[in-house]
């Protein structure tokens, strides 16, 4: 059974940074392109960030590059979001998300930890 299990998230102050993780178990990371998603409320879920699997530049929404970094440790089964210079607009739940494509599909998603930035 796989299971994706967000951790990290809670209160912080504008301008602040927080690690979100991602423990994956049941899937082999290194075959899966993993991404960050978040949403807002009455907002439609986003992609802030993806890392493939081939190991080409990760790619970021224009609202988080430079401030956002996604990683991965394939050992430990983990996937990474360091977020720096936090503001107020990044406050929603971000979610994990692991895809694979090849003759069959798979995609699986965390349920998400919530980010609320906030003075």
């Known amino acids: 059974q796989v299971q994706l299990v967000e951790s990290g998230g809670g209160l912080v102050q504008p301008g602040g940074s927080l690690r979100l993780s991602c423990a994956a178990s049941g899937l082999t990371l290194g075959i899966y392109d993993m991404s960050w998603y978040r949403q807002a409320p009455e907002k439609e879920r986003e992609l802030v960030a993806v890392d493939t699997s081939a190991g080409a530049s990760a790619n970021y929404a224009d609202s988080v590059k430079g401030r956002f970094t996604i990683s991965r440790d394939n050992t430990k089964n983990t996937v990474f979001l360091q977020m720096n210079s936090l503001k107020t607009e990044d406050t929603a739940v971000y979610y994990c998300?692991?895809?694979?494509?090849?003759?069959?599909?798979?995609?699986?998603w965390g349920q998400g930890t919530q980010v609320t930035v906030s003075s």
């Open positions: 998300n692991a895809r694979f494509v090849g003759t069959r599909n798979y995609e699986y």
